[in-house]
């Protein structure tokens, strides 16, 4: 499969090693210049160093060959545009952090498939551990 991936934070870095490593065709789209590097030499990917705001950056990651983006930031915002843009390019599969419940919805609208509130789930799952 080729995946498009917005974010190298924590959760888009994991996620590109597990893809990776099952052999899936990743391309990164990452603003912050010092983690688009990072990136790069820990993989051996495609790495697009801009925003999913920029114009033609989603045709240079090939979206047309997509068959998932995967919008992994901490933005809300950020991951909005960027299942707006997916679904505009008809891609299949469509999947996004959700980082404030309120959001909800507006992912929802789009046949987002999501994960809400990540940091939640995290202490949840932290917490569950205390004796």
Same mark, same amino acid.
């Given at each position: 499969?080729?995946?498009?991936?917005?974010?190298?934070?924590?959760?888009?870095?994991?996620?590109?090693?597990?893809?990776?490593?099952?052999?899936?065709?990743?391309? !990164?789209? +990452?603003? $912050?210049? @010092? &983690? /688009?590097?990072? %990136?790069?030499?820990?993989?051996?990917?495609?790495?697009?160093?801009?925003?999913?705001?920029?114009?033609?950056? !989603?045709? +240079?990651? $090939?979206? @047309? &060959? /997509?068959?998932? %983006?995967?919008?992994?930031?901490?933005?809300?915002?950020?991951?909005?545009?960027?299942?707006?843009?997916?679904?505009?390019? +008809?891609?299949?599969?469509?999947?996004?952090?959700?980082?404030?419940?309120?959001?909800?919805?507006?992912?929802?609208?789009?046949?987002?498939?999501?994960?809400?509130?990540?940091?939640?789930?995290?202490?949840?799952?932290?917490?569950?551990?205390?004796?």
């Amino acid at each position: 499969m080729y995946l498009i991936v917005i974010g190298a934070e924590a959760e888009g870095r994991r996620l590109i090693d597990m893809a990776t490593s099952d052999g899936h065709e990743v391309t !990164l789209i +990452e603003p $912050n210049e @010092e &983690r /688009a590097r990072q %990136v790069l030499k820990e993989n051996q990917i495609r790495v697009l160093q801009g925003d999913i705001a920029d114009d033609h950056i !989603l045709d +240079e990651a $090939n979206i @047309e &060959r /997509a068959d998932a %983006v995967i919008a992994a930031t901490h933005d809300d915002s950020k991951n909005l545009m960027a299942m707006v843009l997916a679904k505009e390019f +008809e891609v299949k599969t469509r999947i996004s952090l959700i980082n404030q419940q309120s959001h909800s919805s507006l992912f929802e609208h789009l046949d987002v498939k999501s994960v809400r509130d990540p940091a939640g789930i995290v202490a949840g799952y932290l917490y569950e551990h205390i004796d």
